[in-house]
């Protein structure tokens, strides 16, 4: 059974704090995504990741930071959280592949509030 | 405008009645995904459409790809209670460029008992 886990269900912080989100993945995958979901803006792609070590900015990435050291492993960081970074934070992967198909796996999401 | 519309953003069905929830593109679609999302959960993913007039199903829902008309659209037969929450369509509109998707706003589904 594929599986994608994050760290957090449910997070509290405080405006300044850095914040840490985990994300592993269990089925070799080797594209890594994060996004985040808000009410009438839908889901968007702050950063994904084909490989270990690399990573590329999605839509949104201000305010946010990445980090892949091992191919099964993609964490996101708010290196300064601030009140408009409260929302659900989900973590996807997928097969790296030629051409298309590229179903994507979805952790439980982290509903991240910041006060 | 969105890249990809899902219609209707909202929809409200009595058990058992049959629904199509749509998915269009603005740009060629190389692979179309469709997701099933409880409130506060992440998404669950459903099935993947790739050629022209494919159509794949499980349990009681359908989905088929119009390549020309750039669409998808998503049946369910005989609604149930189970069947309630977010239905999301994603697409592959970069060919070969590592797997990004984008999505659409999502359809959120109610079925009254």
């Known amino acids: 059974d594929v599986k994608v886990t994050q760290s957090s269900r449910y997070l509290v912080k405080r405006t300044g704090e850095k914040v840490f989100l985990e994300c592993v993945q269990d089925?070799?995958?080797?594209?890594m995504f994060w996004y985040r979901q808000d009410p009438g803006l839908g889901l968007r792609l702050i950063y994904f990741?084909?490989?270990?070590?690399?990573?590329e900015k999605g839509d949104i990435p201000e305010g946010y930071s990445v980090s892949r050291e091992k191919k099964e492993r993609f964490s996101l960081i708010l290196e300064s959280a601030s009140t408009n970074q409260t929302s659900m934070y989900l973590c996807?992967?997928?097969?790296?592949?030629?051409?298309?198909?590229?179903?994507?796996?979805f952790g439980p999401g982290t509903r991240l509030t910041v006060t | 405008s969105q890249e990809l519309e899902q219609s209707p953003q909202s929809l409200i069905v009595q058990e058992g009645k049959n629904l199509t929830i749509n998915c269009t593109s603005s740009?060629?679609?190389?692979?179309l995904y469709w997701y099933k999302q409880k409130y506060g959960e992440g998404l669950i993913f459903l099935m993947m459409l790739q050629k022209g007039g494919e159509e794949k199903s499980h349990e009681k829902i359908t989905a088929k790809l119009d390549e020309k008309k750039q669409q998808s659209s998503l049946h369910i037969t005989a609604s149930q209670p189970s069947h309630a929450g977010i239905y999301l369509c994603g697409a592959d509109v970069l060919y070969n460029q590592g797997g990004k998707l984008i999505f659409g706003q999502g359809t959120e589904l109610s079925v009254k008992p």
């Open positions: 996807a992967s997928s097969h790296k592949r030629g051409g298309a198909g590229y179903e994507q796996y």
């Open positions: 990741s084909y490989d270990v070590k690399m990573k």
């Open positions: 740009k060629t679609l190389y692979g």
């Open positions: 089925m070799d995958h080797e594209n």
